[in-house]
């Protein structure tokens, strides 16, 4: 357990649907990033956050995407009239802001799955 | 972000050390190597990270050539609880937020 945690842990929804996804970071991490990964490919960068700033996003994060982080503290993520290649596992990861290192810690991932 | 060279698999004997090698030729003076590990249907595992210098932890050994073009991470004690996917990755100095940006990996299996 990294401390990051994630709910749901498994999501399943019919096309057209809207899922919300949320991540609760480690209490101190001032950085928090979203990934998504599909079956046999490493997880691909989807944005991240500074506090409750969304510093950059990915060219991955197409409109029907939008993810907040309110108070700098826990962060959601939104997938509006969701597509069956949206079924992927979104990670969830936090760090810490500081010299010499900016290892991330990642929760365990909500896996959606798109009928 | 410098572009990582890992072989898609290995094997190794539980109990034995494991190592993982990684090509970088053409990082740059300012990128850390780090690796993580994933272990089926979890979310990506921080291992361990350095510069220049060999780096040790309670998980493994990182060694990096002197010309920083290669790595290699070690598993002093592989056990079964290490078969994973590891990756290694190269990504600037932090105070620049930077993603990380993950290969294919290579599918470590320990043997019992």
């Known amino acids: 357990d990294t401390g990051v945690s994630q709910d749901p842990r498994h999501k399943i929804t019919k096309r057209g649907q809207n899922v919300t996804f949320r991540c609760d970071p480690i209490?101190?991490?001032?950085?928090l990033y979203w990934y998504r990964q599909t079956l046999g490919q490493g997880p691909e960068f989807l944005t991240y956050f500074q506090n409750e700033a969304q510093l950059e996003k990915s060219r991955l994060l197409s409109d029907r995407f939008s993810a907040e982080r309110p108070k700098g503290s826990f962060s959601t993520l939104e997938i509006q009239r969701t597509e069956q290649g949206d079924s992927a596992m979104y990670l969830c990861a936090s760090s810490l802001l500081r010299t010499g290192g900016n290892e991330q810690f990642f929760g365990p991932g909500t896996r959606l799955t798109v009928l | 972000d410098a572009k990582t060279t890992q072989p898609p698999s290995m094997d190794c004997a539980e109990g034995r050390a494991a190592n993982l090698p990684c090509n970088h030729s053409?990082?740059?003076?300012?990128?850390?190597v780090y690796w993580y590990r994933q272990i089926h249907s979890q979310g990506p595992q921080y291992i361990i990270h350095g510069l220049k210098n060999n780096e040790t932890n309670e998980m493994a050994s990182l060694i990096i050539t002197e010309d920083r073009k290669s790595s290699t991470l070690i598993l002093p004690h592989a056990t079964l609880r290490d078969t994973a996917v590891y990756y290694c990755?190269?990504?600037?100095?932090?105070?620049?937020?930077?993603?990380?940006?993950f290969g294919s990996g290579t599918q470590l299996t320990v043997l019992p």
């Open positions: 053409t990082i740059s003076g300012n990128e850390y």
């Open positions: 990755i190269v990504s600037p100095l932090s105070g620049s937020a930077r993603q990380l940006t």
């Open positions: 209490s101190e991490h001032n950085r």
